[in-house]
Each structure stands twice: as structure tokens, then as C-alpha cells.
């Protein structure tokens, strides 16, 4: 694969010298895990007439287990090689990833845009997405998002939830679409604007597989004011009609809205909303977020990221809405399925020179069902990552984060389940290139 990459990029390198408008992009990451430690508490559910307790697979979660130096164990992210070629109103952008399992290359975004005066016009295919409101740079992250940091987008946090993303202006979730999107910028005075935009989306990925090929199309309308210095906002909707082809369409909408307050002096960034999903008249989900960035001072600057989200049970059917209702975990702990979740993440980032810089990062998810809800029996508690590190910037455009991280699962679940606590001690180092 890293031969693909460099392959990649000397011919993006050549092409660039013959082109004055092309740009070109390397995003390279590999995390790796010099040392894990695992130690699954019990839970009494699953334990024999012996005490033992076993999983499905025949591993002993009352044990441990180490594993040392495995050069993938740790939140690493695809490599990736973008090229741009742009004029005054005309350009062509293309981001490449390699494949591990059949030495090939994918497009991860193939998109072309038109932006003549204020209109923008956009189509092609995105497997990534287009979002805003975010307030997060790779900076904040110490290069570590996923696992820690930004756990979660703005919306669901549930898998398989279209809210997923919710302001994601170019595919219904997470997923890889073909879209079209149009945008015009109206200037309503010196400094407030209103940036409106309409997309179309096809839920095909670029496979034939029937699996990666669902047959949904949808739509979307966003509408962002921005009066400078004082606030910015977004209102959304996507309407999303699910089905194969040849099948009855089911109608679903996504429609939310976020506030940015830029008037509060003490914040440099931040963001407030939420949004909800409702499927052929019924409510089916909503969600709250809150997000914060301060920089305190030149060098200390500190990130809060909450989240609130529930499902809400179909009348018709009692099942909840969302495939299994799983909720990705925090850390190195375990996904678990529930209606109803709290999410908060606070992180402190200190710049101790031009090189050297420390970031804590602190991750925390609770299930908030009681133990029983639409069938579903909650044993899952709080999950805990506590994450600090160290950013070394080898080189201009090189860093290396060096760490621990230790998470904990089942903090005061379900006295029902009598389970023990999950402690997962984790020592990663991560090498980014971003060019």
C-alpha cells in the first residue's frame, strides 16, 4: 500500500510542475499500539454453573490479555492522496486512497465545480462528506480524533441512523454518495451574508455489490446566515426516500439547525442545536449538541464537546428505529446498543514551544436506559478514555503523538448484571503526514 502511495505521489508531483493550477495533497497516518493491555470484567449474565464466564468465542473475560507492538492498534486513519486542478471558475478535485487487500486504488472523491459569481455548482462522488459547525481542527485533536476527541459528528449518535451527520450536506449519514449541489452567496450588507444550498443525493456506492447499493435517493436544503463578528447559524432538511429499487418507498426527513454565538467573548469558536428524524409522520429521534473552544491564552487552549441523543420507539412496531441501536464506544471500550446516550469529551491542549505540545484528552458515554427499554436490557453503565499525550512536529508537515490511553467500561451499570469494571490500558504512537 505505501508503495501505491508513493507511486501516487511522484506522478501527482510531475503532473503539478506541468500544471500551474494543480495542487497537490498527502494525508498519511498509521497508528500503532506498542503495548495493550486488557482486562473485561465479569458479568454474571453469561457466567456457567461454575462461575465461569465465557463469550461466544470462548474467551475468559474474567483474564487478561497483553499484546505488544501491533502497528495497526491504534485509530489509524486511510491513507489518501489529493489532487485539485482549479481555474477562475472551473475545477476538478480527485482524493485517492489505496486498498490494503487488493494493492488497488479507490476514489474516496471525485467532484467537479463551476463557480461562476456567486453561484457554485458541485456534483460527483463523496465518500467523506461536506459538514460545518464542527468547531474542531486536527491541531485540537493532537492529530487523535476517533477514538477520544470527536467520538461523534454533530446528530445521532447511534449506527445506522440517518441522523448520523446530520448536517452532512452531501450523503444521508456516513455513507458514500453520487450528489449534485448548488449553492448561491446573497449579500444582505457589509458583513452578513446568507449562503443557500440544495443537494441530491443517490445512495450508490462505487461497488456493484447489491450490499453497497440500497436504492435510496434523497435531497437536501441549507441555509446558513452569517452576520460577521456576532453569530452564524444553520437550518436544514433532508428528505430521504429508503428502499431498493422495485420496492415501496419509505419517506424520512432530517432537519435540525445549529448556532454559532461569536459574540461571547470568552469562546473563540462554538456551537449549539440539534436535530431530529421522522420517518412517514413519526418522530423517531432527536438529538441536542453543544460545543466549545477556548483559547485561553497563546499557548493553553481547551475543547468541550456534549452530546445528547434518544430513540424513540415506533408506534406501530415497538422496535426502535436504527439497525441494533449500537452505539460506538469511547476509547478501546466496547460498542453497546441503547435508546438513549450522554456524551461529554473536554480536552487541553498546551503549546510548551514549536515543537513540543501536550494535549488531555478525557472521553466519557453513558447509557442512560434503566435497564429495560423496548425490550432492551441495558447493562452498560459509563464508559470512561482518558487520553494524554504528547505532539512532537518532526518537521513541517510531520508529527508524531506519543501517549497512554486508559479506558474503563461498565462504571455503575446495572446492579442487575453484576458486572465488573473493563480496563483497557493502551500505549499508542501515532505518525501523521499532511501535506
Not at 145 to 154: A, N, P, Y
Not at 376 to 397: C, F, M, W
Amino acid at each position: 500500500m505505501k508503495k501505491i502511495i508513493s507511486a501516487l505521489a511522484i506522478g501527482a508531483i510531475v503532473a503539478g510542475s506541468a500544471f500551474a493550477d494543480m495542487t497537490v495533497g498527502l494525508n498519511y497516518r498509521n497508528g500503532a499500539s506498542l503495548f495493550k493491555y486488557t482486562n473485561k470484567g465479569a458479568d454474571a449474565r453469561t457466567a456457567d454453573d461454575y462461575g465461569n464466564v465465557y463469550d461466544y468465542s470462548g474467551y475468559d473475560k474474567n483474564g487478561a490479555s497483553m499484546e505488544a507492538l501491533n502497528l495497526t492498534g491504534w485509530n489509524s486513519g486511510k491513507d489518501s492522496l489529493s489532487l485539485k486542478v482549479a481555474g477562475d471558475v472551473f475545477s476538478l478535485a480527485a482524493n485517492i486512497q489505496p486498498t490494503v487487500t487488493s494493492n488497488a486504488v479507490i476514489f474516496h472523491a471525485l467532484t467537479t465545480t463551476i463557480t461562476p459569481g456567486r453561484f457554485t455548482f458541485t456534483a460527483g462522488w463523496n465518500g467523506d462528506g461536506l459538514m460545518d459547525m464542527r468547531v474542531k481542527t486536527d491541531a485540537d485533536a493532537g492529530n487523535e480524533e476517533g477514538k477520544v476527541f470527536e467520538r461523534f459528528k454533530l446528530g445521532s449518535a447511534f449506527n445506522g441512523s440517518d441522523g448520523l451527520c446530520a448536517n452532512n450536506r452531501v450523503s444521508f449519514n456516513t455513507g458514500r454518495n453520487f450528489f449534485a449541489l448548488a449553492g448561491y452567496d446573497l449579500r444582505i450588507g457589509k458583513g452578513k451574508t446568507v449562503n443557500m444550498q440544495g443537494s441530491l443525493m443517490f445512495d450508490r456506492e462505487w461497488d456493484s455489490s447489491a450490499e453497497k447499493n440500497d436504492g435510496n435517493l434523497g435531497w437536501g436544503l441549507f441555509v446558513t446566515p452569517k452576520i460577521g463578528g456576532v453569530i452564524d447559524a444553520q437550518v436544514f432538511v433532508k428528505g430521504i426516500l429508503k428502499g431498493a429499487a422495485g420496492t415501496d418507498k419509505e419517506a424520512e426527513f432530517v432537519t435540525g439547525a445549529y448556532l454559532k454565538p461569536n459574540f461571547l467573548p470568552i469562546l473563540s469558536d462554538s456551537a449549539v442545536g440539534g436535530s431530529v428524524v421522522i420517518r412517514d409522520g413519526n418522530l423517531m429521534e432527536y438529538n441536542f449538541d453543544l460545543r466549545a473552544y477556548a483559547k485561553v491564552n497563546k499557548n493553553l487552549s481547551i475543547t468541550y464537546y456534549g452530546k445528547f441523543a434518544k430513540l424513540v420507539s415506533d408506534d406501530d412496531t415497538g422496535y426502535l428505529p436504527c439497525d441494533g441501536a449500537v452505539v460506538s464506544a469511547v476509547g478501546d471500550c466496547t460498542a453497546f446498543s441503547s435508546s438513549q446516550v450522554l456524551w461529554n469529551m473536554i480536552a487541553a491542549r498546551y503549546k510548551f514551544n514549536g515543537t513540543v505540545t501536550g494535549v488531555l484528552a478525557v472521553s466519557e458515554l453513558t447509557d442512560l436506559d434503566d435497564g429495560f427499554n423496548n425490550g432492551r436490557e441495558s447493562a452498560d453503565g459509563t464508559q470512561l478514555a482518558i487520553h494524554p499525550h504528547v505532539q512532537l512536529y518532526a518537521a513541517k508537515n510531520a508529527t508524531i503523538s506519543a501517549g497512554i490511553s486508559a479506558s474503563f467500561g461498565g462504571i455503575g451499570a446495572n446492579k442487575d448484571a453484576n458486572k465488573d469494571v473493563d480496563v483497557i490500558i493502551n500505549v499508542p504512537v501515532l505518525l501523521r503526514v499532511k501535506m
